[in-house]
């Protein structure tokens, strides 16, 4: 299988693993990216089943619009039901890189309303050290050098992603050579950087559960 064919595979079984939680009047997570888009195509043939959605990204709300299915602000909302995403790493704790798509500080909300975060990933994501993916750092774009000179004081080589600004329009910094060996630690310390708005490292709320496509089948990691 090819790393397409194993990112709809999690997607399907992320559609299996949520169709028995869902109620008339769930609210569902919704990530950003491939793999996230190939779960947000198959969520069409659930529209029934479930009330309304919450995305992490302007283009994921337009995908989810475009099936019919209601995109609510997260002001209006008090639980999801769970929150289904991709990422670019995780370890065997749960613990995740994302970001790669540029939406992490939108994702790290909604997620921190999600009863349950279930990570769909191909095989590749799969790491015993995070930091080989370089990390996504989501910055206020004034203070992208001073932010950029404190993430060298921690080891790292912050590389600014040029021309991409986020839905909150600020920049991106990543963080490559960093071999992440305490990842709740350096979730906090780079967030205690001034100008940061948050970083990639989903370490104190990881993954509740990780779908991951291996060549011969889905693997339920908790
Ligand atoms: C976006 C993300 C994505 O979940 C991550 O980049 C994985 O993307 P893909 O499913 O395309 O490999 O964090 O900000």
């Not at 993430?151 to 790292?156: A, I």
């Amino acid at each position: 299988m090819n790393q397409d064919q194993l990112k709809q595979a999690v997607a399907r079984a992320a559609i299996d693993y949520i169709a028995p939680k869902l109620e008339k009047d769930s609210i569902l997570g919704i990530g950003t990216g491939s793999t996230a888009n190939f779960f947000i195509d198959m969520l069409g043939e659930l529209k029934d089943d479930f009330a309304a959605a919450v995305a992490s990204s302007d283009a994921s709300a337009e995908r989810l619009k475009g099936l019919g299915i209601e995109v609510l602000d997260l002001n209006e909302v008090s639980e999801l039901v769970a929150y289904v995403d991709g990422a670019d790493e995780s370890n065997a704790q749960l613990a995740l890189i994302k970001g790669g798509g540029a939406a992490l500080t939108r994702e790290k909300i909604v997620r921190a309303v999600a009863r349950e975060f279930v990570c769909i990933a191909d095989e590749s994501k799969w790491v015993k050290v995070l930091g080989e993916f370089p990390l996504p750092v989501e910055v206020i774009p004034m203070a992208r050098s001073y932010v950029a000179r404190e993430l060298v004081k921690l080891g790292g080589d912050p590389v600014y992603r040029e021309g991409v600004m986020t839905d909150n329009g600020n920049v991106i910094l990543d963080v490559h050579n960093l071999s992440i060996t305490d990842p709740k630690d350096l979730e906090l310390r780079i967030n205690q950087i001034t100008g940061v708005v948050a970083n990639g490292l989903f370490a104190h709320k990881g993954a509740d559960v990780l779908l991951l496509g291996r060549s011969d089948g889905v693997e339920t990691i908790k």
